[in-house]
């Protein structure tokens, strides 16, 4: 029997899974329980590690899955994910990934979905309250949200990035996060709003401050300069302090003990900045975006879009295209001059450029949802022509909420990004393509994210020898959404 801790311990899960895979123990012999939920039997103690056996080859592709998966509400999802983790390796089946059709496969991108689809929900609808102020004039907010599954850990950068400045909480059952004078921290989750009751709130800033106080820093005189003594009983963490010396001493010997678990980073992005922006109530350009609305609903809704003048040059508006629950988007820049007037995503040359790059990387654009950040064709007139123009930041900006809509709808296990405005639309501005290209790893969009170049780039470049070496590159960067091989 093998316990994991109540919520989201991938690493811990890895771990265990390495363990029992390497001792050649396959599922059906393995229990996993949610610590917390059952006691009724020991853990097992893991069996030593068979050296012979370690090294399996895994698909890159089921890291990340697994990493979503776990982060899932179902009990279940160990025992799925080592299930997974042995027919992959032990079993020999290493293409089962590919296969939709296979339960286990099936269940553990529906946990994925879920998951991902949550996330970017929490960031759309967390909202925060102002709790307080210290002297300093620091406002502290806190938020109460009630989640399925174990994401908190998992979206709480998105806050960290947009509300670097104040000092926050938020608290939900499965877990909460508080980013207090520039750290995160994170910690077990409450039952109830806290904000609702001040003992209960106070009782969790004491442990937040157990949590983050750090013995080896210790400076008792300093503390009682910095905070007279006086002062200390109105501070919920005060009545901590004297406990905190007296077991300071023991702590710091355990400290340099016992290395440090780092707890796992995830990317840092800059992305989904105005994440579902609400419009102000007096901006009647951008029409709501209602989140229960369907893709084919946003897609009628995107036609009155108002929120940049590039409407006013337009046929239409080109909204995404494609199965609401495809397991690959693609995020192009714009519509051309082709797609501006049949009305759909990449139907001209770069279209058809795509297309074969795509059959060449052995993925079908039919089972892809591919759409564009920007909505509206940019162009200047020139003679007879429309000569397109790049989208800048307002563009880019004032579609995003389109865009985030349509990722939350179809919430993919993989994304991929096509040139520079896509990858400034949600990866941030910071992102190069000539420099990212690749695998983003550890985005919380999708189970994999890929950053490549757009297809008109290759159009454009005049040296035959030069364009076919790109669009080779372009063709093994999208083979990284089918399943290049990694080690767990
Ligand atoms: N280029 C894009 O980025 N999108 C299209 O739909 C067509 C060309």
Redo the contacts with the bound molecule.
Sequence with gaps: MMRMPPGRDFGEWREKARGLLAAGIPPERVLWEDAGHADLFEETPMPPPAAAATGFRIPAFFVPLADAVACHGDPRRWALLYRLLWRLTRGGEKHLLNIASDPDVATARRFGKNVRREIHKMHAFVRFRKAGEDEAGRETYTAWFEPEHWIVAAAAPFFRDRFANMDWSIFTPRGCAHWIGGEMTFAPGVDKDPCESPEMLEEIWRTYYRSIFNPARLKVRMMRSEMPARYWKNLPEARLIPELIRHSAPRVKEMFATPERAPRSLENHAYLRGLYAEPEPEDARMPSIARDASLEELSRRVQTCRACPLWERATCA?FGAGPPDARLMIV?????D??DLAG????????AL?DRALAEAGLDRSAAY????VKHFKWEPRGKRRL?RNPGDGEIEACRPWLLAELSKVAPDVLIF??G??ARSLLGKETKVTRDRGWIEGSPLAGKVILTV???FLLRNPDGAAREREYARFVADLRLAADPPSKL
């Design positions: 080109v192009g820049e714009q519509p051309g082709h797609e759909r995503p990449f139907v001209g040359p770069a279209g795509l591919v759409t564009n950040a397109h096509l040139g405005t896509a757009h297809p008109s």
